[in-house]
């Protein structure tokens, strides 16, 4: 069902600090309102809604029930994540549901399964995917133009202080998620992985600060993921966030580094032009492309289940010291 109305009205359910990334994204992107917004705290939710421009709902049940909206982004924490995306898809909104999408795989399950019922939109915050490089690359794997794939790297070395880090899950669950789906898209499902993970500088947050993952791929080839809240990179060329592919006849590389700005980012030391970027284009995509002309998602409510699996699997390799098959 396309919408065919002049402007799209979207609200928020939560106004933390990815809230201003989908604000920026929602007013750049053409047809398109940030209408309102609920949040659970009510002194941040008056000063986003002061900031954005936009109503300040009493209760989640307001929002989604009132006809201006079309589109729901659930921005909250991942564990009401699943609740706030039923609330909205049973009132007849599209969805577009922050990543992790889900604690588990049957959560994402319920809400894929939901959206088909409704012949709704639910669209997963798959934001790297849709960064020009990153297709650029899928074309380049697709057509067999690097040739035969032989190894693949999703690397993550981005500073969070210890008060930002409590607010998530350790890096296996906040950050391997993008890894996996990034991969997902690149080249595909991995058939078996190993994980390790450590906590090296949080004192008295319990869950890990780095992890990194590896991964034999359907075609024999290998990857390797890397994420880490425990330290910048700081030397030549580094491995703030890098993703490659090299294959036997040519290979990619996208890198945050390509686009700096000497300014503090919202948890990070600098600002990443790209992090914004990939938020505006995800959000462009989802009301223009999906929900005004009907494009199916780069990535879907199965590729978060897919990388949902993979998060799965790379806890047991941890917890058992094992190779997990997929
Ligand atoms: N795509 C990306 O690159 C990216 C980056 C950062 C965060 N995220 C995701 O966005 C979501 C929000 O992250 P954030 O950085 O804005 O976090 P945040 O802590 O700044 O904001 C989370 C918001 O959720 C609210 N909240 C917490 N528990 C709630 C509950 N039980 N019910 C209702 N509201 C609740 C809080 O009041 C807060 O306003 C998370 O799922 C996170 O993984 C995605």
């Not at 929002?63 to 706030?84: K, M, Q, R």
């Not at 794939?149 to 350790?170: C, D, F, L």
């Not at 390797?224 to 990179?233: K, Q």
């Not at 284009?281 to 897919?306: C, K």
Request: hydrophobic share 40%.
């Amino acid at each position: 069902m396309k919408i065919t109305k002049e402007t799209i009205g979207v609200g928020f359910i939560g106004a933390g600090d990815i809230s201003v990334l989908h604000a920026a994204a929602v007013k750049k992107c053409p047809g398109a309102k940030l209408v309102g917004l609920w949040n659970r705290n009510q002194e941040r939710a008056t000063q986003r809604a002061t900031e954005f421009g936009c109503k300040n709902y009493k209760t989640p049940a307001e929002l989604v029930a009132d006809p201006a909206i079309d589109a729901v982004f659930v921005l909250t924490n991942l564990e009401s994540h699943l609740e706030y995306t039923q609330l909205a898809l049973n009132a007849g909104k599209h969805v577009l549901v922050e990543k992790p999408v889900g604690v588990s795989v049957a959560e994402i399950e319920q809400m894929r399964d939901l959206a088909a019922k409704k012949d709704l939109v639910c669209l997963p915050g798959h934001n790297y995917v849709y960064e020009a490089s990153m297709m650029r690359t899928r074309d380049l794997v697709q057509n067999g133009d690097l040739g035969k794939i032989v190894s693949a790297y999703v690397m993550y070395n981005i500073h969070h202080p210890e008060e930002v880090a409590k607010r998530y899950p350790g890096v296996v669950r906040q950050i391997l998620t993008h890894h996996s789906y990034i991969l997902l898209y690149l080249v595909g499902k991995p058939v078996e992985l190993c994980a390790m993970k450590a906590t090296l500088h949080y004192k008295e947050y319990t869950e890990e600060d780095i992890a990194m993952v590896q991964m034999r791929l359907h075609n024999g080839a290998l990857a390797h993921f890397c994420a880490s809240f425990a330290a910048d990179d700081h030397a030549a060329d580094p491995w703030t966030v890098m993703v490659k592919v090299i294959g036997t006849a040519g290979s990619t590389r996208y890198s945050y580094r390509d686009h700096v700005e000497i300014k503090p980012g919202l948890v990070h030391s600098q600002t990443y032009t790209a992090y914004q970027g990939s938020v505006m284009n995800e959000v462009r995509h989802f009301l223009v492309d999906s929900l005004r002309m009907g494009q199916p998602p780069l990535s879907s409510l199965d590729d978060a289940i897919t990388a949902q699996k993979m998060i799965e699997a790379a806890e047991k390799s941890i917890a058992e010291k094992s190779v997990v098959k997929l």
